[in-house]
């Protein structure tokens, strides 16, 4: 339970759990950002207890750290494809859902960006896009 919040870190003692160890990890990352804090509690054969706290006072936070801004769009898959040619390709291929928007919204602006959920998909993608990198 210790290094439960650690990146990348997953259980040997529980091996057919699925995990990239990185979702819990980029939550206390953005509570402690947010002056907050993510606890758990568990217990053998009934589960796990996670509570998040986070303040909602505006005078938490330094004047620093207050950044005023407008809602971002949402941004369609579906672009330009002429301008998306011209940048490099990258194809990521993960079976987290989460992951791969996350992936796709941070390499997108600069990539021409593709995500598989799996090897086979993956494949299937690289026969018809010419691909400058891959990560699995």
């Known amino acids: 339970m210790k290094q439960i919040f650690t990146k990348f870190y997953n259980s040997k003692s529980h091996p057919r759990c699925q995990s990239n160890?990185?979702?819990?990890?980029?939550?206390k990352e953005l509570e402690t950002l947010?002056?907050?804090?993510?606890?758990?509690?568990?217990?053998?054969?009934?589960?796990?207890?996670?509570?998040?706290?986070?303040?909602?006072?505006?005078?938490?936070?330094?004047?620093?750290?207050?950044?005023?801004?407008?809602?971002?769009?949402?941004?369609?898959?579906?672009?330009?494809?002429?301008?998306?040619?011209?940048?490099?390709?990258?194809?990521?291929?993960?079976d987290n859902k989460d992951l791969q928007?996350?992936?796709y919204r941070i390499f997108s602006k600069r990539d021409q960006t593709l995500t598989a959920e799996s090897a086979l998909q993956g494949l299937e993608l690289l026969k018809s896009n010419p691909v400058d990198k891959c990560a699995f």
């Open 101 to 103: 928007e996350l992936i």
């Open 21 to 27: 160890g990185i979702g819990l990890s980029l939550t």
């Open 34 to 94: 947010h002056h907050g804090n993510i606890k758990v509690s568990s217990e053998l054969g009934k589960g796990s207890l996670f509570t998040v706290e986070k303040p909602i006072d505006r005078e938490v936070y330094s004047e620093q750290e207050i950044v005023e801004s407008s809602p971002l769009p949402v941004q369609d898959r579906e672009t330009d494809i002429s301008a998306q040619e011209e940048k490099p390709c990258i194809l990521f291929i993960d």
